[in-house]
């Protein structure tokens, strides 16, 4: 099962989609460090399938992106003493002629060169290798300084779980891993698939198809050390007829925040999916026949409801906590509150119920939630 070349045909819409996600996660984690006291000189992004730059139409792949977004930071690294390491791979395992690798190199000094003064800020450190060999070189750079990390797998050896591992010994990086999901409903109890990642397709296959993404990652987790702190999300992208995905990783609840609102902005409808994997729109149409079957910020929002008014969820801290544990954002759990609140079910000393990171982690702001009793 080879490799697929991404760079021979223009990006289409759902690897814009993934690139789209790539982007404004880098452009949400850039001011958190470059703006954080402790975040030392020099922070780090690793693209280990970088591509070309572009692609055949011009449009911007993950490299351009990047350097767009710390472009656009420049004043504040400049005023904070920040620079970037940008590490970018891009190798053709099967061919003598890396024509790939010298289009990148080319597409990113043009960009420096129409920027003047970003090479300054940027330094970037060109690879040519294969990432199984290059990965671990690069691990003790991703363990010293605050990194983010992508990995868009683009071969059965590259969904190895020892990727996964790796990071997850690391404090202060976050990472996006684009895996192919659908190989494993077809290929997943081959050897080839499980010297790499051992997955039980029998279980895995249980669900619909649709869900091959997310079951993928509920098994990845079992594969963690039970004391692990990383939290593991999913963004499954449909191109048809196939489901891929992106897996984010992360331990500090900023960056699930962030990550997380990223998705939602992508999809407001389930936060997880380019597309509706939940069977919630058909949903939102109410029936004759039937009950009504709850959207996914429904249900997630009657679960609040229920854990408020049985005490299990008495603060803003512990309601964040619950909400990013359930892969919502702070917005779905406010609008509880302030429904309880002005029915007179819940009282709180504030205007708002403060379900946010600044609140409940940055400023240490706990705020109670008082219960009054339902409604009559």
Not at 173 to 178: A, C, Q, R, V
Not at 180 to 189: D, H, I, Q, V
Not at 223 to 229: A, D, F, G, V
Not at 362 to 368: A, E, G, R, T, Y
Request: proline residues 5%.
């Amino acid at each position: 099962m080879g490799a697929i070349d991404l760079h021979s045909k223009p990006f289409d819409e759902e690897t814009i989609t993934k690139l789209e996600i790539f982007e404004n996660y880098a452009q949400a984690w850039l001011p958190t460090f470059i703006m954080w006291p402790k975040s030392g000189p020099k922070l780090c992004i690793f693209d280990f399938f970088a591509g070309t730059g572009y692609d055949m139409n011009g449009v911007p792949g993950s490299p351009i992106r990047f350097l767009t977004k710390i472009q656009e930071y420049r004043g504040d690294m400049f005023k904070n003493k920040i620079k970037v390491d940008l590490y970018l791979n891009e190798f053709e395992p099967a061919k003598k002629k890396q024509e790939k690798f010298e289009l990148l190199k080319k597409s990113c000094k043009q960009f420096l060169a129409d920027h003047p003064g970003l090479e300054h800020l940027v330094n970037i450190i060109y690879s040519n290798e294969d990432c199984e060999t290059l990965f671990p070189k690069l691990m003790p750079e991703i363990n010293k300084y605050p990194s983010l990390v992508y990995l868009d797998q683009n071969g059965v050896k590259f969904a190895d779980e020892k990727y996964f591992l790796a990071l997850e010994k690391t404090t202060t990086t976050d990472f996006l891993y684009f895996v192919s999901s659908s190989y494993f409903w077809r290929f997943g109890k081959t050897e080839e698939f499980k010297k790499y990642l051992d997955i039980d397709m029998e279980e895995a296959k249980k669900d619909p198809y649709k869900h091959i993404h997310r079951n993928v990652l509920r098994q990845l987790k079992t594969k963690m050390p039970i004391t692990s702190k990383l939290k593991l999300y999913p963004f499954s992208i449909k191109r048809e007829p196939n489901i891929h995905g992106i897996i984010f990783g992360a331990k500090h609840p900023r960056a699930v925040d962030k990550f997380l609102t990223v998705a939602w902005e992508k999809n407001s409808v389930n936060g997880q999916a380019n597309f509706d994997i939940d069977d919630d729109i058909p949903e939102a149409q109410m029936s004759l026949f039937t009950e009504k079957k709850l959207t996914k910020i429904e249900a997630f929002q009657s679960e609040v409801y229920k854990k408020v008014l049985a005490g299990e969820l008495t603060n803003n801290k512990q309601l964040f906590d619950f909400t990013l544990e359930q892969g919502h954002i702070g917005a779905h759990a406010s609008a509880v509150l302030k429904n309880m609140k002005s029915g007179k079910e819940v009282q709180y000393e504030s205007t708002s119920p403060l379900v946010n990171y600044d609140n409940a982690y940055k400023k240490s702001k706990i705020l109670n939630y008082v219960v009054l009793g339902k409604k009559p």
